[in-house]
């Protein structure tokens, strides 16, 4: 299920725990024939338009929810009584640009559960897998560091999360397990 990378074992996937929401991320599906663990866009995009990334708390405390869209963003905090973090975790492209990491939005099946994969093959996998329900795009990551751009990550430990590097290690000390680098994201629109 879980795509390993380089020296580190990195997963291209960052995953979340919430109640299902309409809506998805900031785009709509993609095509279902996508070239499988090809996640580089043809397309180059000169200025990317660039979306915060939200995460809640689930009203469960069953994990985390994570979003792009503003609109999603009130509906969980309003309707879904989710508790927004402030953590700061950057800002991701709503528009796809040369080398992109594609982020893909799958929901969980059997309890209020999110998962965000960068790699087409395990979203795939888990949608064959009938646990999953695709749900489109959330947005695009940059696949190198730059000026003005830092490194999420995903740890697990019975939910998924997406975190910053001294966040990860904070959370490795308290059990949580390094699964991998989701990209790099913006600090500012």
């Known amino acids: 299920m879980v795509n390993r990378v380089g020296a580190i074992g990195a997963v291209t996937a960052l995953a979340v725990a919430g109640a299902t929401l309409t809506g998805c991320g900031s785009a709509k599906p993609q095509a279902k024939k996508e070239s499988a663990g090809n996640n580089a866009v043809a397309v180059a995009a000169t200025t990317a338009t660039r979306a915060k990334v939200y995460e809640f708390v689930t009203r469960s405390k069953q994990g985390y929810f994570y979003t792009t869209n503003r609109k999603e963003a009130d509906r969980a905090k309003k309707i ?28 969980y099946k ?72 989701l990209g790099y994201v913006w600090s500012k629109a």
Do not use: C, D, I
């Open 80 to 107: 879904y009584k989710f508790t927004p973090t402030n953590r700061n975790l950057g800002y991701v492209s709503t528009k796809r640009f040369k080398g992109a990491l594609t982020m893909y939005r799958l929901r």
């Open 110 to 181: 059997h309890r209020s559960a999110y998962l965000v994969t960068l790699s087409v093959k395990e979203r795939n996998k888990l949608v064959a897998s009938k646990r999953f329900v695709y749900e489109g795009v959330l947005g695009y990551t940059a696949p190198t560091k730059g000026a003005g751009k830092f490194q999420l990550w995903r740890v697990s430990k019975n939910s998924w999360r997406a975190v910053t590097a001294a966040q990860a290690r904070a959370l490795m000390k308290q059990g949580w397990k390094l699964n991998g680098p």
